[in-house]
């Protein structure tokens, strides 16, 4: 009997054939009792009229008779079954209609209310329907709360983006403000010094404005890679042959270990180079001087593994769960004075992820390094 529960055809079918069932059986059963009724009083009639002797009036009376205590016995046999399937139908459609009509009516209140702006609010199951035996509208109602879901989800993140945004652009705009008014009191000298400061903050507001561009970009997905197939060790020389050079500047040593005979990867190679420089570039800033960064590539399975092994600052297990959130910081002061914005990994993410990846991070705690791993599936 699933599918009857599972199939709201099969309810209104269903119902129908109640009404006809109901409608026959009381047709059956008032004909059972209406014809000896009428068979009686036409004995009854003919009895009378054989006691009077014209024999060719007395055949045509009793044909007359005949015929309508017949159709008088039909008339009460149809009159029974369509007053009782009447019944059946009015009652039918009274169930019918409150499986149907009073879920669509909530359905329709409730994308008023989330029109408003009210998205609290979900569905329940129709007709207190089970949720391994839910019916069309059952599902409806699950999509329709799906819907709801998303929207809520989507309005939260607006409203924190908007909110992240404004609060990382009032910092540089308060510093800049806090300056010119300086300057204009004369509090603080008009020299080189003031001014380099005043286009510092400059600086770290058009790289915001940059980085939330390509944020925005990068998750709403309208960016198209450019696949080609490309080797990794070709990745890992040019990051070698832009970065290696700070590497030397701040006296950490850079350690590269790549497996040979590594197969080409389908990839944007761009973007890939995009996300290995964000990695290692943290990795370089968040490494002090005299420290190790270990850049290992290897086959991983179907997958080949791109790894960035620092012996710097570290990582806390409570803030390796926030790292890849956008503008997420760890020491949001001193991240800030060194120009970081928090968007570089989520970015990254992103980007991975568009290659069907995958990018986590790993550290063993305060001032213990860091590992930021990625996977790149060899085919497609
Ligand atoms: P940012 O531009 O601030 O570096 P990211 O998104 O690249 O932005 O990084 C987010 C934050 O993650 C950084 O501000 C830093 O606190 C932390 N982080 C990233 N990489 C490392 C690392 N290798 N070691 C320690 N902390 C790191």
């Given at each position: 009997m699933k599918f009857v529960r599972t199939h709201l055809a099969w309810k209104v079918f269903l119902s129908y054939l109640?009404?006809?069932?109901?409608?026959?059986?009381?047709?059956?059963?008032?004909?059972?009792?209406?014809?000896?009724?009428?068979?009686?009083?036409?004995?009854?009639?003919?009895?009378?009229?054989?006691?009077?002797?014209?024999?060719?009036?007395?055949?045509?009376?009793?044909?007359?008779?005949?015929?309508?205590?017949y159709t008088a016995a039909v008339y009460e046999a149809v009159t029974y079954a369509v007053v009782a399937a009447l019944i059946a139908a009015i009652l039918a459609s009274f169930f019918i209609s409150r499986q149907v009509v009073t879920p669509m009516l909530r359905m329709m209140s409730l994308s008023h209310r989330i029109a408003e702006g009210e998205y609290e609010e979900r569905l329940a199951l129709p007709g207190g329907q089970q949720a391994d035996q839910i019916d069309e509208l059952g599902q409806?109602?699950?999509?329709?709360?799906?819907?709801?879901?998303?929207?809520?989800?989507?309005?939260?993140?607006?409203?924190?983006?908007?909110g992240d945004v404004t609060h990382e652009l009032r910092t540089p705009l308060t510093a800049v403000k806090g300056y010119l008014e300086g300057l204009i009191d004369g509090v603080l000298p008009a020299d080189p010094e003031t001014y380099q400061q005043i286009h510092s903050e400059i600086d770290r507001l058009q790289r915001l404005v940059n980085d939330l561009q390509e944020l925005s970009r990068v998750e709403a997905g309208a960016f198209q890679l450019l696949l080609t197939p490309v080797s990794p060790s070709s990745l890992i020389e040019r990051i070698q042959s832009t970065l290696g050079r700070q590497f030397e500047d701040k006296n950490i040593q850079?350690?590269?270990?790549?497996?040979?005979?590594?197969?080409?990867?389908?990839?944007?190679?761009?973007?890939?180079?995009?996300?290995?420089?964000?990695?290692?570039?943290?990795?370089?800033?968040y490494t002090p001087s005299g420290g190790k960064v270990t850049l290992l590539v290897r086959r991983e399975r179907s997958d080949v593994l791109f790894s960035v092994k620092d012996s710097g600052i570290g990582i806390t297990a409570e803030q390796l769960a926030f790292i890849f959130n956008r503008f997420y910081r760890t020491d949001k002061s001193r991240t800030r004075a060194s120009g970081g914005s928090g968007i570089?990994?989520?970015?990254?993410?992103?980007?991975?992820?568009?290659?069907?990846?995958?990018?986590?991070?790993?550290?063993?705690?305060?001032?213990?390094?860091?590992?930021?791993?990625?996977?790149?599936?060899?085919?497609?």
């Open positions: 109640l009404v006809v069932l109901v409608g026959g059986v009381v047709l059956i059963t008032a004909a059972s009792l209406s014809v000896p009724a009428a068979f009686e009083r036409h004995m009854a009639s003919m009895n009378a009229i054989m006691t009077n002797g014209n024999t060719v009036g007395n055949n045509q009376q009793m044909q007359t008779e005949l015929f309508s205590q409806l109602a699950l999509s329709f709360n799906q819907m709801a879901d998303k929207l809520e989800k989507t309005e939260t993140m607006r409203r924190e983006l908007i850079l350690e590269i270990s790549v497996e040979s005979d590594l197969p080409d990867i389908l990839v944007d190679k761009d973007r890939i180079l995009q996300v290995l420089t964000n990695l290692v570039g943290n990795a370089l800033q570089g990994l989520t970015i990254a993410k992103a980007l991975v992820q568009a290659h069907q990846g995958k990018i986590w991070a790993e550290s063993n705690g305060e001032g213990k390094g860091s590992t930021f791993s990625f996977l790149i599936p060899i085919s497609r």
